[in-house]
């Protein structure tokens, strides 16, 4: 039987329970850990109780929304996992332009209850990604350079705190910890609500793509990267390292949201960069592109990833990418795919020192990585996504703390920088001293 935990409305889920392995499951395959007790909170005082709880009997905590974090950071083995899931309300007020959202919503969430009345704000590209953990780590989305980041966008924090306590965070009440919030993940309590302020978007959105073999993608890359500073805010630019029937390719062009005509009069600009063998012009509504992705991202698959950030796409970064670190004579089938997405516009307006988030001068981040679905096979992909990092590392100014795969202080650090990352120890020594709420890129308590 479940042991109860004194204050606890929620369902407990123990080792036995016919739902527990549904429960622990995470987008991530290579992870298989099995909490001590799996906690499916429905309140802030749940949230409360299952850390007094946790503290209590010396259970490591783990915090779940969408379970997306590729190092399954959310899944303590014989510990307690606290399930933000059942929290996952999302009510929106037209009048205002506010949507309150709960700890465990999910971004499709979100974007439905939002775009029912032609409104939206910045959420990531996978629908299945919950809103918690993108917006604490900053949220890059495709209406970032219009709007900037999911965590700019945050009017107001509800955070259950190491201690129990229930806080409102915003610009004015508790201003440090909404500025640590604002990118810092979940070092300093749980988040149980977040109020955003959302943006008219009337729905249409457009994906372009003009497709190069890799061997003749050099030239075009340095024109797509001539565009970057004088792009659109509509226009998200994107660049892909992709094998197509066994050959590299490299997939150049951008995502519109906005009014289609002048999303598809941008394209006799991008054609400037070069003739390509293959072109993709979608058409699409907003709430279709931000699913688009979602059948490449399907729980159940091994994966592995590494991610930079550029303040400067050089010719040599340019090189390295189409190598994608790779041998002459690799089976590119085999070989990890990778890309970049453009930042600017409003993501580079909010001054760096007003949010926890860093690199706000980035202008392109690379994502790469493998996935999988043979355990024989992981040592092989994850070398090949860890060689196409390493290709772009000598290049990287910084790292967007979402896709962290180190569990080591350099990986925060940087994330972070120095000055910043000192700032944010303090906080989590006034907040987190005990350094309750590690399971995530962790940010140490200042001594």
Known sequence: MTERIPGFAGALIGGTHHEYDTHREIWNAMIDRRPALIARCTSPADVAAAIAHARRTDLEIGVKCGGHNVTGLSVPQDGLMIDLTPMSDVRVDPATRRATVGGGALL?????????????????????????GLTLGGGMGWLARQFGLACDNVEAYTVVTADGETLRATATDHPDLFWALRGGGGNFGVVTEFEFRLHPVAGDALVV???????????????WRDLLPDAPRQATLTADAITIEGRPMVAIGYVWVGEPEAGMS?????????????????????LE???????????????????????????????????????????????????????????????????????????????????????????????????????????????????????DQAGVRRAYGDAKLARLSALKRRYDPDNVFHLNQNIVPAS
């Open 108 to 132: 499709r969430f979100l974007d439905q209850a939002a775009q029912a009345h032609g409104l939206a704000t910045t959420a990531g590209n996978v629908s299945h990604t919950g809103v918690g």
């Open 209 to 223: 793509e003009l497709t190069f073999e890799a061997d003749d993608a050099f030239e075009p890359m340095r024109r």
């Open 266 to 286: 941008y394209l006799s600009t991008m054609r400037g960069i070069g003739t390509a063998t293959m072109e993709l012009i979608q058409p699409l509504r907003y």
């Open 289 to 407: 592109l931000q699913s688009i992705g979602d059948a490449n991202h399907v729980h159940g698959r091994r994966r592995y990833s590494a991610g930079h950030y550029l303040s400067e796409l050089s010719d040599a970064a340019i090189e390295a990418f189409l190598t994608r670190g790779s041998p002459d004579g690799a089976d590119w089938t085999r070989v990890a795919g990778g890309g970049f997405q453009a930042y600017g516009g409003a993501i580079g307006e909010v001054a760096n020192e007003d949010s926890a988030f860093s690199h706000r001068d980035t202008v392109v981040e690379f994502f790469g990585g493998q996935t999988w679905t043979d355990p024989a096979e992981d040592e092989e992909r994850m070398a090949s996504a860890r060689a196409f990092g390493a290709a772009l590392a000598p290049f990287a100014s910084g790292v967007y703390v979402n896709v962290l795969t180190e569990s």
